[in-house]
């Protein structure tokens, strides 16, 4: 029998009526995850209300499954000694993503709170730039020394049953902590208890503290792991990261990139729970960039004024071509930026890359070129089809090239590529392709 799913809209009218009991008793029945997929969205002044009806442990549930701006939201709206409860039971690496979002102040205070175990815990999350595979680990890792038998390292284990990220996969370390490899838990129960830890370790997969946080959770993912065990530039074990970890920054970077390759910022936050100034924060600094590009275009036409004074039917094919070559552009970029993610292509391969979409590009131009020289040959003459034909195969072939070449380019230069992608490429391309339209159209033509 499945659990019952939240009553918001009641829920919301006990609220508003102040009839506490009843909304108390709404939550205590809700689905958990019905509960926590409305506190993600509902508005800021019921949350921190809803957040006090709720039991102890259901309510740290709820905490830690909202996105750091939320929770920042909500931490400003408790008492101190309610967040104090609170941020003392979160996991390290969430407590980091916590501080961030919350003023020095506040966060100062936070860590103060904490026992000296755990404020050393996150003090070593905090030690690594944002970004990095150390800023998204948990320190929390079952560590047991090559030289124990599997009797001992399994008691060991079991004594830090909740005190670590997860047992499915423990590190085996030499006397220095230096990675030597990892055991799962399977392996060491099936294990003979006289057996070395040192015999029962396999080859591990690691991640670099200091390498990006995506590259290492495209490899849990890539491998099919639980978790990797992080390790420092001296391959000492210093945390881990695991797979939930790992898809919630892989989903975190396909957002941004969707929101940048669409001509916005990432909100990381529930869409209906964004203030709206927050919104326009996040897309208006991208529309100016671009206005500002789009007068290339305008330029560009002023300067071809007389040509198309000439021939007005030119300026009738202007929203045609240059909506192919942005469009041919943007799909370049985008099967480039994915292929750099998953880590199939890389800046040194910026000449196979030019190549390919160079050649992607002649292909489609020649069929769209083509088929703009029949149907415009037919409606207004050869002599401008033919124009509109080699326009589209000049412009696919360009489009394609740089479209695939800019992200390359970004990750040569440290940046997003997804930032160098389809608005800057769609810009560019408007202003060159209407160069070569008219230059072409001005050579066949005579005008």
Known sequence: MSSPSFDEQGFTRALAAGDFPVAQRLLAEADSGALIDYFDRMPADYRAISFRLLPKDEALAVFE?????????????????????????????????????????????????????????????????????????????????????????????????????????????????????????????????????????????????????????????????????????????????TVDDALDILQRANSEDQARQGGAEPLHRNYLSTPILRIVRSRIIWLLVLAVGASLTVQVLEVFEETLSRLVVLSVFVPLLIGTGGNTGNQAATTVTRALALGEVRPRDVLKVVAREASTGVILGFALGGLGFTVVGLLYGAALGSVIGLTLLTVCTLAATVGGTMPLLAKALRADPAVFSNPFISTFVDATGLIVYFLIAKAILGI
Do not use: C, W
Request: aromatic share 2%.
């Open 65 to 241: 499954h909202l996105d750091a701006s939320n929770q920042a939201e909500l931490v400003t709206r408790l008492r101190d000694d309610e967040t104090a409860s609170v941020f003392a039971q979160m996991d390290p690496d969430d407590r980091v993503d916590l501080l961030d979002e919350l003023p020095a102040g506040v966060a100062s205070r936070l860590l103060l709170g904490l026992s000296p175990a755990e404020r050393d815990l996150t003090a070593v999350v905090l030690g690594y730039p944002k970004g990095s595979t150390g800023r998204e680990m948990s320190p929390e890792v079952a560590v047991v020394p090559q030289d124990m038998d599997a009797a001992t390292a399994l008691r060991r284990v079991l004594g830090r049953l909740y005190d670590s990220e997860t047992i499915y996969m423990i590190a085996v370390s030499d006397g220095t902590r230096r990675l030597v490899g990892v055991i799962s838990l399977r392996d060491l129960l099936a294990a003979d208890p006289n057996t070395s830890m040192a015999e029962l370790a396999r080859k591990a997969d690691r991640a670099l503290a200091t390498e990006p946080a995506e590259v290492a959770a495209r490899r849990v993912a890539d491998r099919r792991r639980l978790a990797l065990p992080v390790v420092d530039s001296e391959d000492r074990i210093v945390g881990i990261l």
